[in-house]
């Protein structure tokens, strides 16, 4: 069967690209693209060409399997080349997304239009590339500077309204979207048709345009988007032949380039995770209702992401007074999306409508998943879900939110044991992407799938853990945490270690995070397991909350910081608290610090696999970026290490 499929509409040949799953262009997608330009501008009777695409979406971007591999000519380049250079004009008519070789494609062709959901864009970034058939070329030509630079920069697709307003879509077509796309067409013809998107004016801009614009794409930390905003510059300044050909070099060098393996990876894991291949044919439970029992900050968290994701959520505490400030804290997510900008107080309003309040655990009856998150301890959580047991179907999926406790002991007793499993969420959880899925040995199948499956429809990342002390994430924190302070131990300075791990990649190195969380938490989990006979020895992090010292909300931690201020400045009291425990003071190269702590996070996670707490080296990767501010661009710990024992 063939990919492209043509039938005339009077005069109007309408082209229907069908590669499923999502028109991905392969090879062989090029190639039939190439030879449909030629036979529609033999073809007398055919005066302008309809592009549109079968299935959920318009081509959106790279065939993944292609991926690492050396392409098959046509090139993509050419192909755009090639639409452009038709006799006949092409109309691409985009539904769905149309998403870099898409939408460069797109670009190809002399009009595009789409429907109101569309999206357009320039994802190339986000898998440390740049655009390579023209995105960094044609934009500007279409869009102008400020809109490419954002577009190409960032790789964030914008919606096809604001695509009009800005010039990359002709027209938003209401009702049927291959008519109207038709309908245009034949409009199109009666007016002299505009000048191809390659002979385009383009304005330059200054050099203070360029540097403010290096300043803003340096935060993402990784060279595609600088590269990309290069290509742009040199675009503005360039014809458009000499444009393709700087951008075409930019975009192999790239390619080759161990931030673009290390983003490919987490991109394929990333696709595993949502359906581990286990779980490929398990069915999961339905959901329509979701209960939530603990309205505090992670509670308040975990509601207000299972109602964003359109379900009814029943929230429940223990007195009114809790229930009210429950409420509250929901509410209050709400509100800061608000004021971000990512929703109206309108939909804010619909969203609250969604959610009920109670302190009847008897009104999680209609429920099909309850989620625990109480307070950190043992008898408090056993208490939940012995109500819970009470009260609730024996099909609904019983949930603990425990970071650290043994979910079969939190589960000791239940009936159904089946239905129950450790969903551990990341604060704040409206917005982190990470979500550890713990099963325990009576966890059914489909209830394991019914995790996923909630997983993916709050737009998480879910990955599953065996059971140990911190799951897969907190347990390579501890170590990583561990190993600092033994650097500390070692002499190195506190504030050399925080910016040898910011120059890696992370957004804070382990000490300023300790300081912003608060170092008390940690101790409080150190001491309750002295309490209980086990011997913990004594931390760094231990003497200065022995002194006071819990980080940002005491004014001082690992650093002290002025009153209002969240800047760290190093303390002349922390040294003279940890001096008795420190070696005198040397220096560490930077390199150094950051190739020993990551390599500690790798050894952990090798452990980690050993024992079957993970699956596979790529969830160990999935948790560390997700859930810990792992730089994406470096792959996580586990292809980190591998790949620097290749070297």
Known sequence: MSLLTCRMDGEIAVLT????????????????????????????????????CAG?????????????????????PDVVQCLEQAQKPWIAAIHGAALGGGFEIAMGCRFRVSDAEARVGLPEVTL??????SGTVRTPRLAGLDMAVEMVTTGMPIKAHRAKEVGLIDAVIEGDLVAGAVAFAREALSAPLPLPVSQREMNARDESYWQAAIQTASKAGHHAPL????SLRFASEHSFEEAMAHEREGFLALRASEEAKALRAVFFAERRAVRPEALKHVAPRSLSRIGVVGGG??????ASACRSAGLPVVLVERDQEALARG????????????????????????LMVGITGATDYAALGDCDLVIEAVFEEIGVKRAVFAELDRHCRQDTVLATNTSYLDPRDIAEGLSHPERFIGLHFFSPAQIMKLLEIVPVPETAPEVLATAFALGKRLGKVPVQSGICEGFIGNRILKRYRSEAEALVREGVSIQAIDTAMRDFGFRMGPFEAQDLGGLDIAFLQREGARASGRDVPETLGDVLVRAGR???????GWYDYAPGERRPTPSAAVTALLAVSCAAPRDMPSEAISAHLVGVMADEGQRILAEGISGSASDIDLVEIHGYGFPRWRGGPMHWAAQTAQE
């Open 327 to 350: 409420l509250s804290n929901v509410d209050a997510t709400f509100a800061g999306a608000v004021k971000r900008g990512k929703m109206s107080e309108a939909q804010r309003a619909e």
């Open 128 to 133: 440390g590339v740049m655009p390579g058939a």
């Open 297 to 302: 900050t992670m509670g308040a968290g975990i």
């Open 227 to 230: 590269r990309a905003l290069e």
């Open 17 to 52: 690209l069908d590669n499923p799953p999502v028109n991905a262009i392969s090879a062989d997608v090029r190639q039939s693209l190439v030879a449909m330009v030629a036979q529609c501008d033999a073809d007398d009777t055919v005066r302008a060409v309809v592009l549109c």
């Open 56 to 76: 959920r979406t318009f081509i959106s971007g790279a065939d993944v399997r292609e991926f690492g591999q050396e392409p098959v000519p046509p090139h993509l």
């Open 550 to 556: 819990k980080g940002q909300k005491t004014g001082g």
